[in-house]
T-cell receptor, first 116, second 110 residues
Framework: GAGVSQSPRYKVAKRGQDVALRCDPI?????LFWYQQALGQGPEFLTY??????LDKSGLPSDRFFAERPEGSVSTLKIQRTQQEDSAVYLC?????WGQGAGEQYFGPGTRLTVT | AQRVTQPEKLLSVFKGAPVELKCNYS??????LFWYVQYSRQRLQLLLR??SRESIKGFTADLNKGETSFHLKKPFAQEEDSAMYYC????????????FGPGTRLSVLP
């Protein structure tokens, strides 16, 4: 079947606009992660879901960032009142299990957000 | 706090030469270590993980707890190995304990 998909692939937003980024994980995968990857950097953890439960949101940089996974499948990362420093590639990953040693994380292609 | 360092941003070697990509970590418990690779225009994918002790595409990595290192090695580099390589660490509790290093770009010259 298909891997992790993300939409849109590219998003240009004017400063102050709200954006919503979507992630479709691999069917049946319990764990879902969001990462932010700035240019020239490694992915940085934002938040983690186990099914529909958001177990860790410690990486979200401000209260303008919000993520949900209401039915334990598709997830949406929302950024309100975007700022230029939000410009980055946002990666979604899913894995079959949970906890340490849960298995390989499968990554989506990412959404490149540019805030002008 | 957990941290992963990769001292080289760019590593260039000639085809057929040995290659070693360095990774050091700091974590108070027993982490799981990974190497992820991103080829040009492709998504990030797992290369290998220390618990499986496999050799993938000729690459190996040994976890050295004394030196807190997980260096990636290949005896004879190939041009198709050119890519971005990220070392990553998973702590006991998933989530924020999954930390990536800044990455090393490997360029294998003909």
């Amino acid at each position: 079947g298909a891997g992790v998909s993300q939409s849109p692939r590219y998003k240009v937003a004017k400063r102050g606009q709200d954006v919503a980024l979507r992630c479709d994980p691999i069917s049946g995968h319990v764990s879902l992660f969001w990462y932010q990857q700035a240019l020239g950097q490694g992915p940085e953890f934002l938040t983690y879901f186990q099914n529909e439960a958001q177990l860790d949101k410690s990486g979200l940089p401000s209260d303008r960032f919000f993520a949900e996974r209401p039915e334990g499948s598709v997830s949406t990362l929302k950024i309100q009142r975007t700022q230029q420093e939000d410009s980055a590639v946002y990666l979604c990953a899913s894995s079959l299990g949970w906890g340490q040693g849960a298995g390989e994380q499968y990554f989506g292609p990412g959404t490149r957000l540019t805030v002008t | 706090a957990q941290r992963v360092t990769q001292p080289e941003k760019l590593l260039s070697v000639f085809k057929g030469a040995p290659v070693e990509l360095k990774c050091n970590y700091s974590y108070s418990g027993s982490p799981e270590l990974f190497w992820y690779v991103q080829y040009s225009r492709q998504r990030l994918q797992l290369l290998l993980r220390h618990i499986s002790r496999e050799s993938i595409k000729g690459f190996t990595a040994d976890l050295n707890k004394g030196e807190t290192s997980f260096h990636l090695k290949k005896p004879f580099a190939q041009e198709e190995d050119s890519a971005m390589y990220y070392c990553a660490l998973s702590g006991y509790n998933y989530g924020q304990n999954f930390v990536f290093g800044p990455g090393t770009r490997l360029s294998v010259l003909p």
